[in-house]
């Protein structure tokens, strides 16, 4: 089975590709907002990594870090790497720019929930720095909530909640 995405509404379909040949164009009709659009079956020139799919122990030796999703409806593994600066997180949603969108139907996770400061010392040191953004249902380091001003410093390991979702931070060895 393949999954893919409408242009429209972000949702996903699916359908069994091993009936198809390479080459062949199929259009769909999405189930969720009547869009119709077309795909063509066969291998990309580039091909970019979805979240679903799993990541080679090279996307692993990230820079900043990475944040793994551990609940979520889907069922299938999300990384979000992390960047230098603030890295804003929460539910994908259309038209809602964030740096790190989680892919969930899990609608106790604001759009904006919370932000992970990813930052050097002056010994070069990378920290991890957690605040809400602020949501709604509040963001979770390790089952404590942080108040609106809380700005936390996190390590490998932590475990944030925000919603009904869980995240584990993954920094890199220095």
């Known amino acids: 089975m393949r999954r893919i995405l409408c242009p429209k509404c972000e949702n996903y379909l699916s359908f069994d590709e091993t ?5 062949q164009s199929l259009v769909f009709v999405c189930e969720h907002c009547s869009k119709q659009f077309s795909i063509c079956l066969g291998e990309a020139k580039m091909k970019i990594p ?14 900043f870090g990475y944040m793994t999703v551990v609940e979520n409806v889907f069922g299938y593994r999300q990384m979000l790497p992390l960047r230098e ?3 804003v997180i929460g539910r994908r949603c259309v038209g809602t720019v964030i740096h790190t969108p989680i892919e969930t139907g899990d609608m106790s996770m604001d759009r904006r929930h919370c932000i ?4 050097k010392n002056k ?3 990378i920290i ?6 602020p949501s709604l249902t509040g963001t979770f380091l390790n089952n404590e909530l942080l108040r609106d001003k809380d ?3 996190i390590e490998d390991g932590a475990v944030i909640t925000i919603g009904a979702t869980t995240l584990i931070l993954h920094t890199v060895t220095q």
């Open 19 to 23: 009936k198809y040949n390479e080459g």
């Open 50 to 63: 979805r979240k679903e799919e799993k990541p080679e122990d090279e996307d692993l030796r990230l820079e």
């Open 85 to 87: 600066g603030d890295n």
């Open 116 to 119: 992970v400061n990813v930052r």
């Open 123 to 125: 010994q070069g040191k």
């Open 128 to 133: 991890h720095t957690l605040r809400d953004a």
């Open 151 to 153: 700005r936390i410093n």
